[in-house]
């Protein structure tokens, strides 16, 4: 389900070959109705990407999406509230 899905938005969002994923951005999946797919992988495009397809070299260092620590996002939806908030687990 998930590959399927990076592929039908790899083709939506134009790109030509794998390393264009670098310059997606969560708004470019949110948009395509990835946010649930995307949740799983706490907003993280690069983690999702590299779940997704684990064959390809990926250099991580190129996402434009970086997490400056690990961190848990909590969709406040759950709550009545709107929007989602980070909680930093203290690692670096």
């Known amino acids: 389900m998930l590959s399927k899905f990076y592929d039908w938005l790899h083709v939506q969002l134009g ?6 994923w670098y310059n997606a951005t969560v708004e470019d999946i949110y948009e395509n109705g990835g946010k649930r797919v995307l949740w799983y992988f706490h907003g993280s495009p690069s983690s999702a990407l590299t779940t997704v397809y684990p064959e390809h070299s990926w250099d ?33």
Request: charged share 40%.
């Open 60 to 92: 991580m260092k190129q996402f434009k999406h970086k997490r400056r620590r690990e961190e848990t996002v909590v969709d406040l939806s759950r709550f009545g509230l709107a929007g989602e908030f980070a909680l930093e687990s203290g690692k670096s």
């Open 15 to 20: 790109h030509k070959t794998m390393d264009d």
